[in-house]
């Protein structure tokens, strides 16, 4: 299976769909992150056009892979998708990570329209909604995606495609850490942290215990936004696998 994650927006969590919803529940996938084509050494677009050149060889002969494309490439990757015409074909799903805010909603359009345009059809392209608030109502945070999507349905706006605001994710990254090896984690913390000797280490090891709490709190969420996404049956059971054999 090949995915693509893709929004013309920064900060939506692209990259963090990328390693914890997809990776971990796609076994043998890989993800390459297009974060480098818009490399300041003079080559300018033959450099781009050459990356992209490889990156659609690459997915000739990958089986499994999740394409993570950096919101300042996206633009340029689309412009290459158009003029080698088809090279969307190589992509089984566009997966659209979106959050509340208004700039990023009318972003997220932007890029609805733009593979619209390039031909992919709708259904390939899964909204993800993320960074909620789950006090309000999902319809409510994303009004103006979701009026997009009824009144243009260029892609699959399944509400139970959700991530909830969670610290967990900038904890992992500051850990440097990968979120299921923070589920697996079987180290007996509170009998370590009765043990240390020091404050300081006793406040760590509390923090690494906090950390696998949240891991492991998230799980189910993961597991059932990966679900949502609906990328065929064999992707959706095997998906549960991993995450039960190490909750
Ligand atoms: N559901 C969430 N809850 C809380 N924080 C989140 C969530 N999703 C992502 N983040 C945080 O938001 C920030 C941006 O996320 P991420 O790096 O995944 O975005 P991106 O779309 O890949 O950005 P860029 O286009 O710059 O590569 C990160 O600090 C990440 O940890
Ligand atoms: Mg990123």
């Given at each position: 299976?090949?995915?693509a994650?893709?929004?013309?927006s920064g900060?939506v969590?692209k990259?963090?769909?990328a ?11 890989e993800?390459?992150a297009?974060e480098?084509?818009?490399?300041d050494d003079?080559?300018g677009?033959a450099?781009r056009g ?11 002969i ?19 998708m ?8 190589d992509f089984?799903?566009?997966?659209v990570?979106?959050v509340?805010?208004?700039k990023?909603?009318i ?5 609805l329209?733009e593979l619209?345009q390039?031909?992919v059809p709708?259904g ?5 909604f993320n960074?909620l608030?789950?006090?309000v109502?999902l319809?409510?945070?994303?009004d103006?995606?979701l009026?997009?999507v009824a009144?243009h ?5 399944d509400?139970?495609c ?6 967990v ?6 850990s440097?850490?990968q ?6 984690d079987q180290t007996?913390y509170?009998a370590?942290?009765a043990?240390?000797?020091n404050?300081?280490?006793k ?7 906090a ?9 189910p969420?993961?597991d059932?936004?990966?679900a949502?996404l ?6 959706e ?5 991993p995450?039960r054999?190490t909750a």
């Amino acid at each position: 299976m090949k995915i693509a994650v893709i929004n013309f927006s920064g900060n939506v969590g692209k990259t963090t769909v990328a390693r914890h919803v997809l990776l971990p529940r796609i076994p043998g996938a890989e993800v390459v992150a297009i974060e480098s084509i818009n490399a300041d050494d003079g080559q300018g677009q033959a450099l781009r056009g050459r990356q992209f050149g490889e990156l659609q060889e690459y997915l000739q002969i990958a089986d499994d892979v999740i394409v993570d494309i950096g919101a300042s490439n996206v633009e340029e990757l689309l412009a290459l998708m158009r003029r080698y015409r088809g090279s969307h074909e190589d992509f089984d799903y566009f997966v659209v990570p979106t959050v509340p805010a208004l700039k990023q909603q009318i972003d997220t359009i932007a890029t609805l329209v733009e593979l619209s345009q390039l031909g992919v059809p709708a259904g390939k392209v899964r909204l993800l909604f993320n960074m909620l608030d789950e006090g309000v109502d999902l319809a409510q945070q994303f009004d103006a995606v979701l009026a997009f999507v009824a009144a243009h349905p260029v892609a699959q706006a399944d509400p139970a495609c959700r991530l909830g605001a969670n610290e967990v994710y900038a904890r992992v990254r500051n850990s440097g850490g990968q979120l299921d090896a923070l589920v697996a984690d079987q180290t007996d913390y509170k009998a370590l942290i009765a043990k240390a000797d020091n404050q300081a280490e006793k406040l760590a090891l509390a923090h690494k215990l906090a950390d696998r709490r949240l891991a492991r709190g998230v799980l189910p969420e993961l597991d059932a936004c990966f679900a949502a996404l609906r990328m065929g049956l064999i992707g959706e059971s095997l998906g549960r696998q991993p995450q039960r054999k190490t909750a």
